[in-house]
C-alpha cells in the first residue's frame, strides 16, 4: 500500500489546550506523524510517496471560502492587532446571536470560525494544513488511477472541521475533501467509516442532506465525551439524506466485543449502500492506553479492524484523524493497514 506523507505537518505545533480548567500540553503533536511514518518504513508497508498541490477549488467544494480565507490569514492579523504567538478563540455565536454576517476583528472572526479553544493557528499553521487537504486530495487521486487501498498520513486531523468551523485539532476536513474529489471525478457513491473514538461531527454535518455519501461512525456517545453535542443514534440524516447517517456511540470502557459488533452491523449497511469506493477516517484513539479516551482496544484488535474493513472488497482510502498514545501510534495505525492487506 502507498503511503502519502508530508514532513509539512511540522509547521503546525499547538502551543496547547484549555483541559480540566488547567492550560495543558497538547495532545494532538507532530510526533504523532512521525512515529507512524516511522511504523510504514520499520514494517515496509510501500512507498511513501509526497503530496500534490490541488487547488483551493477543490478545498473550496467542502468548506466557505470565507473559512479557508481566515485559516490563512487569522495569525496575520492576530500579529497586526499586537497579540504574540498562536491564534485562540475564545468567544463564539451563542444561541440568539448573530450568524448572518462576519466579525471584522479577529477575536470575533475566529469564535466565528470555530466550535472550540483547542485549535490554535500559529504563524505556519496554513501550510500544514493545507498539505494535509493535499496529501488526502492525492491518495484520491491514486485511487481513482486504481489503487486498491492507500494511506494519507493527513497531519492535522480532519473530522471534527465542518463547512465553516474548525475545532477538535481539526481545520480543513481531509477525509470529506478527498470524498467530494472522489465524487468530482466519477464515483457514484461513496461510504465513509469513521473508526476515530470522537464523532465526526464536522464530516456528519458536511454531508447529512446527501444520499451520494453514507456517514457511519463508532464512537464515543457524546453523552459523555467531545464533542457532546452531535453524534447521537437518532441522527439519521435530512431530506434526501436521510438514511445515509448512522452513529454507534458507545459508552465508557467499550471492549472490541462490544465495538466490534457495532463495526459489523456498520459493514453490513455499508454493503447495502454498496458504494463505489470506501473513506476510513482512521482515529486510533479507541487504544486503550490513549491519554483522552475511554475505549479499550488493543493492539490485535486493530488488526482485526482492517481485516474485517478488507471483507467489503472496494478501493479503501485511509485518512489519518486522531491518536494520542504516541508511544504506540505507529503499531495501532499500521496494523489496520497491515491487517487490511492480509
Ligand atoms: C481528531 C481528534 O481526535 N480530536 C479530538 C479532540 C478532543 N478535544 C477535547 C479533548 C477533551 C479531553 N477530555 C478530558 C480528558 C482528561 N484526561
Ligand atoms: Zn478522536
Redesign the pocket.
Known amino acids: 500500500m502507498k503511503t502519502i506523507f508530508s514532513p509539512d505537518h511540522e509547521l503546525h505545533r499547538s502551543p496547547g489546550e484549555l483541559?480540566?480548567g488547567e492550560f495543558s500540553e497538547a495532545f494532538e503533536k507532530p510526533e504523532r506523524a512521525q512515529l507512524i511514518l516511522d511504523r510504514v518504513e520499520d514494517v515496509k508497508l510501500g512507498p511513501v510517496l509526497p503530496p500534490e498541490a490541488f487547488s483551493l477549488e477543490q478545498i473550496t467544494r467542502i468548506h466557505t471560502p470565507g473559512m479557508v480565507d481566515c485559516l490563512k490569514t487569522a495569525h496575520a492579523e492576530w500579529l497586526a492587532s499586537d497579540r504574540s504567538g498562536a491564534a485562540y478563540p475564545y468567544t463564539w455565536p451563542a444561541r440568539g446571536m448573530r450568524t448572518d454576517r462576519v466579525p471584522r476583528e479577529i477575536d470575533g472572526k475566529l469564535g466565528f470560525y470555530s466550535f472550540d479553544c483547542?485549535t490554535p493557528i500559529t504563524a505556519t499553521s496554513w501550510q500544514a494544513i493545507k498539505s494535509s487537504a493535499d496529501v488526502a486530495l492525492t491518495g484520491a487521486k491514486l485511487i481513482n488511477e486504481g489503487e486498491s487501498a492507500v494511506f494519507s498520513l493527513c497531519r492535522p486531523?480532519g473530522?471534527?472541521a465542518s463547512t465553516s468551523q474548525f475545532g477538535?485539532?481539526?481545520f480543513l476536513n481531509n477525509a470529506a475533501i478527498a470524498t467530494q474529489k472522489l465524487l468530482d471525478d466519477g464515483a457514484k457513491r461513496i461510504a465513509i467509516l469513521d473508526v476515530?473514538?470522537?464523532h465526526g461531527n464536522g464530516t456528519q454535518d458536511i454531508f447529512y442532506n446527501r444520499d451520494d455519501v453514507l456517514f457511519i461512525s463508532l464512537h464515543g456517545d457524546p453523552d459523555q465525551e467531545?464533542p457532546y453535542m452531535l453524534g447521537f443514534a437518532d441522527e439519521f440524516g435530512l431530506g434526501k439524506g436521510e438514511g445515509y447517517n448512522l452513529n454507534f456511540p458507545l459508552p465508557w470502557g467499550t471492549t472490541w466485543d462490544k465495538w466490534s459488533a457495532a463495526l459489523d452491523v456498520g459493514l453490513k449497511r455499508i454493503i447495502k449502500f454498496s458504494p463505489d469506493i470506501v473513506v476510513v477516517s482512521l482515529?486510533v484513539?479507541t487504544y486503550k492506553k490513549d491519554?483522552?479516551s475511554q475505549f479499550k482496544l488493543e493492539h490485535e484488535h486493530f488488526s482485526a479492524m482492517g481485516e474485517k474493513v478488507k471483507t467489503l472488497g472496494k478501493p479503501t482510502l485511509f485518512v489519518m484523524?486522531?491518536g494520542y498514545a504516541v508511544a504506540e501510534i505507529g503499531i495501532n495505525a499500521v496494523n489496520v493497514l497491515t491487517g487490511f492487506e492480509g
Do not use: N
Request: glycine share 22%; hydrophobic share 20%; charged share 15%.
Open positions: 483541559i480540566l483547542g486531523p473530522h471534527h477538535g485539532y481539526c476515530d473514538y470522537h467531545f482515529g484513539d491519554p483522552i484523524e486522531g
